[in-house]
């Protein structure tokens, strides 16, 4: 039976630590795998701009062997030019695993239910699980372990934050989520994060209070406030997130070995300031880096590489 990953909320536990694990080992011995997927092909669909996951997943699929395909926007207008299920059948024939990015979460589902092969989500309007997995690995790999750490996500309550809370709340990371009142997360998955966190003991609580949300905070993790697909709201929304710009004031209420994260693209200036992006806590580019090599396992947990 074929796996997708389309939301970390479908991933068990165990399946995460070894994801983690396999991260860590892919990471030190780069040459060690670079025949694991050798002769594999991997679809890349991007409805929506990328740099980090379209470079990372293609650069990583080549350091296992294995090869990429990119459609473009036009060739892919699935749901259009032909039905979903036609589309996804006719993929599965060609190629092993697919990483699609686009607007809506449920013709992704949509795709994935009609394809033979793992179907990876790159970003939906709703999540973006490599992103939260891989930002989960890069906390563990700078803090040690995960358990008690304090993570204050300040700004929009988007895919990010929606990704981060399912992750947070099966790995035990007690996470504060700061957003002005209209910005909040959706309820279901914050409902469904909260009943994850039975099991994990985390501590997740919704705040629209920057400062108590950054106070004693072991991480501050923000993202832009006008995500892809929202650029006609960028006035208002800009006018509505005054207040949670991390700022070093921000930062200065966590503690002193905080670090700062941040999924990029950034909007220097809006959600975040030059001197905290550029400054000693900030781990930004170590972050993004880990994707490729989170990319590269869940590539290898979905494909059964050699
Ligand atoms: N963080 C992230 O997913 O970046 P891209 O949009 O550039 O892929
Ligand atoms: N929330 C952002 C994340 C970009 C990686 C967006 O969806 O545009």
């Known amino acids: 039976m074929k796996r997708d990953l389309i939301s970390i909320k479908d991933l068990k536990l165990e399946e995460i630590e070894h994801i983690f694990n396999l991260t860590s080992e892919l990471k ?11 002769g594999r092909s991997l679809g890349l669909i991007f409805l929506k701009p ?13 350091h296992l062997g294995g090869h990429t395909v990119s459609l473009t926007p036009e060739e892919t207008k699935f ?3 032909e039905a979903v299920k036609d589309f996804g059948s006719v993929l599965s ?5 697919l990483v699609v990015r686009t607007f809506s979460h449920s013709e992704l589902e949509e795709l994935a239910g009609s394809s033979d092969i793992p179907v990876i ?3 939906t309007d709703l999540l973006h699980p490599c992103q939260a997995l891989s930002d989960l690995y890069t906390i563990r790999e700078k803090k040690g372990s995960l358990g008690g750490i304090n993570l204050a996500f300040i700004g929009d309550g988007n895919n990010v934050a929606h990704s981060l809370l399912y992750g947070c709340a099966k790995l035990g990371v007690n996470l504060t989520v700061a957003t002005p009142g209209k910005h909040k997360p959706k309820e279901q998955i914050f409902a469904e994060a909260l009943e994850l966190a039975k ?9 629209d209070d920057p400062s108590a949300a950054a106070g004693g905070a072991d991480i501050i993790y923000t993202d832009v406030w006008t995500s ?19 700022n070093q004031k921000l930062v200065s209420l966590a503690k002193p070995d905080c670090l700062v994260m941040h999924c990029l693209p950034a909007h220097r200036g809006e959600e975040i300031t030059d001197e905290v992006i550029d400054g000693p806590n900030s781990i930004v580019f170590d972050q993004a880096e880990n994707r ?14 050699d």
């Open 28 to 38: 030190a011995k780069v040459k060690d795998f670079g025949r694991s997927l050798s």
């Open 50 to 62: 990328s740099l980090r996951t379209r470079v990372s997943f293609e650069v990583g699929m080549s």
């Open 79 to 81: 749901g259009t030019r």
């Open 93 to 97: 024939r060609y190629l092993d695993a």
């Open 121 to 123: 989500n790159g970003l």
């Open 199 to 207: 099991a994990s003991g985390a501590k997740i609580v919704l705040s």
């Open 228 to 246: 892809m697909g929202q650029e006609a709201q960028c006035k208002k929304r800009t006018r509505d997130f005054q207040g949670f710009q991390v």
């Open 292 to 305: 490729m090599h989170l990319q590269k396992a869940i590539l290898l947990f979905l494909l059964g590489g």
